[in-house]
């Protein structure tokens, strides 16, 4: 019996003492977009409370005003930004493993610790931070809580340097109030890059001060019809500004030679013939020009290059380059070579569209792939070729990153020229082995890319890039190791509160598993 009795003993200590042990393996991963190199769940949590202190001091402090901005008024809890105290921490610093957007973030249930080597690194901390406490957290109001934070270790950082959204506010306008809910989204799933399409055939969309008409006249339309409309260098600014506030650096681009014909129906002197055309509000492109023998259109193209490069830091200027349908080829590389030199001079890297600027062997430019086509199809020698030539390319390919597609046949907007582009399809490529000959080493990074031929609103945007958005984002972000759309769909799921919470619409994809 004694013997009995000993054996069942030290089988409930064992069972106790495997509990135990694996208590904080039962605890179940959060589910944050994009998913983190590392992250481990912990037992406990931390809760936001009257006493909570966010401690940032320096570099730090703008980033733990930002977080304030975000949790003040859903939390009802003031939430001070001081140099000491308990709660939020902010702090520089990390291992140097995680680079200049890294973080490392430590939840306990004495408070929450985020480290970045960079400011950028803590803001991307505060992005997982977000996502940690409840979804209610994205609402304007008042909500109520409690506001736990699940305790975990994290350790993250990007796999691609350029991780993009681009928006075509050409062919139809979106004011300042509209890019800037964009920016918000970016910037949730930890994107960096905001491309601005800023002219097209059916508008020009920013005034220049050497060439007014271009924003009065060229301006005053966009698909369809309607009043159109362009920012002021002032508006332009606050874009730029409010973009740099959440570490994305904004990427102007005047699409040249061709899609120009707003700026044609403006200055009769940019047309060959003297005359200027009419403007226009349909869907075809590729049948404009600018006259490549004309030196006015190099002062054209100075002056605008000069304009916009003053107000904008980044280190790109998008010159187009792309569907110059009209332009010979000879005239486009002319056009190309002389448009790097014109960028360059202001201080400026060329960025434009593969196929497009491949045609003028412009070394040291970065090019941006759109073709649907991947493997070795007929389409994707474009791009081998702009890497032979020393581009690095962003791959945004039409066939998966296009977010104007439609996702079904159902879908109430977009186009379908490159065909449906679901949930699942937008996930499931990898940018380093999409085009054969194209790898790793090759590809500067990833963006999505939105044009607006169908989209007239705020939540036209919100409703053709959620949930498609956060994926583009993991794609970017996460290692490629371990991704799979049947673990990937579950999380996305979870997405949704947050997104009613700020009162965005999306696709309910059949798809993903709604919560």
Known sequence: MRILFLVAAVALALVAALIGRSADAKVANPALIPAPVSLQAKSGSYTLGAGTRIVASGAAAPVGAYLRSLLARPTGLALPVTASGSGIALELGGPGSIGDEGYVLDVSKGGVTIQGRTAAGLFHGVQTLRQLLPGAIESTTRQSGPWRVPSVH????????????????????????????????????????????????????????????????????????????????????????????????????????????????????????????????????????????????????????????ALTPGKYFDVGGDEAQSTSPADLATYLKKAQLIVEAHGKTVFGWVPGIEAGNLHGAVGEYWNPARGSADGTQSARTAVKQGMKLVMSPASTAYFDQKYDPSTPLGLTWAGYNSVRNAYSWDPAAFVTGVGEKDVLGVEAALWSETLVTLRDIQYMTLPRLPGLAEIGWSPRTGRSWAEYRLRLATQAPRWRAMGATYFRSGQVPWK
Do not use: M
């Open 154 to 309: 994290v350790v993250d950082y990007p796999r691609f340097t350029w991780r993009g959204a681009h928006l075509d506010v050409a062919r139809h306008f979106f004011g300042v109030q509209d890019v800037e809910r964009y920016i918000d989204l970016l910037a949730l799933y930890k994107l960096n890059t905001l491309h601005l399409h800023l002219s097209d055939d059916q508008g020009w969309r920013i005034a220049i001060a050497s060439w007014p008409r271009l924003a009065t006249v060229g301006g005053s339309t966009q698909v369809g019809g309607g009043k159109g409309g362009y920012y002021t260098q002032a508006q332009y600014k606050a874009i730029v500004r409010y973009a740099g506030a959440r570490f994305i650096t904004v990427v102007p681009e005047i699409d040249s030679p061709g899609h120009v014909n707003a700026a044609l129906a403006s200055y009769a002197q940019l047309n060959c013939n003297g005359k200027a055309t009419k403007l226009y509000t349909a869907l075809q492109v590729g049948f404009s020009s600018l006259c490549i023998s004309k030196a006015i259109t190099y002062k054209f193209v100075d002056d605008v290059v000069r304009e916009i490069s």
